[in-house]
């Protein structure tokens, strides 16, 4: 006589090595997420610092053509007249209010000593060389 052979039920759930992949695919994507939003906050910081230079750049050019004061020539025969910060930033009666920051540790900006030439910019970013932060070339702003 054959005795029957009862089958051994097996009990619902994951393995430890299931476990395992599962956590680590976790990781993997969340470690893809952290490297997005890491390189999305420094393309942002970069737009902002590049608006802040725009945004001193046009209150330059505003107060010298108001007060029709000469820019310095490209090829450097006269200097231009002279600029100082007090005149754009930082007083009420100036363009801009509070002294705009670089967004990536909050330096503030160099102005030039005198009114650039048309197509230069009259700020730079103390950040522009380590960081990659804004534009090599800033030809024909």
Same mark, same amino acid.
């Given at each position: 006589m054959k005795t029957k052979k009862t089958a051994t039920k097996l009990k619902p759930g994951l393995t430890l090595i299931e476990i395992t992949v599962v956590i680590l695919v976790l990781l993997t994507l969340i470690a893809v997420l952290f490297i997005g939003a890491?390189?999305?906050?420094?393309?942002?910081?970069?737009?902002?610092?590049? /608006?802040?230079?725009?945004?001193?750049?046009?209150?330059?050019?505003?107060?010298?053509? /108001?007060?029709?004061?000469?820019?310095?020539?490209t090829?450097?025969?006269f200097a231009g007249a002279a600029l !100082?910060?007090?005149?754009?930033?930082? !007083?009420?009666?100036?363009?801009?209010?509070?002294e705009p920051l670089c967004p990536h540790?909050?330096?503030a900006y160099t102005f030039v000593a005198n009114y650039p030439a048309v197509g230069t910019v009259a700020v730079t970013c103390t950040n522009a !060389?380590? /960081?990659?932060?804004?534009?090599?070339? !800033?030809?024909?702003?």
């Open positions: 890491n390189i999305y906050k420094k393309g942002a910081d970069r737009a902002a610092c590049i /608006l802040n230079i725009r945004n001193i750049h046009q209150a330059v050019r505003a107060n010298q053509n /108001l007060y029709n004061l000469k820019p310095a020539t090829d450097g025969s !100082t910060k007090d005149d754009i930033v930082g !007083t009420a009666d100036s363009y801009i209010e509070d540790d909050t330096s !060389t380590s /960081l990659d932060h804004v534009p090599a070339s !800033t030809e024909g702003w």
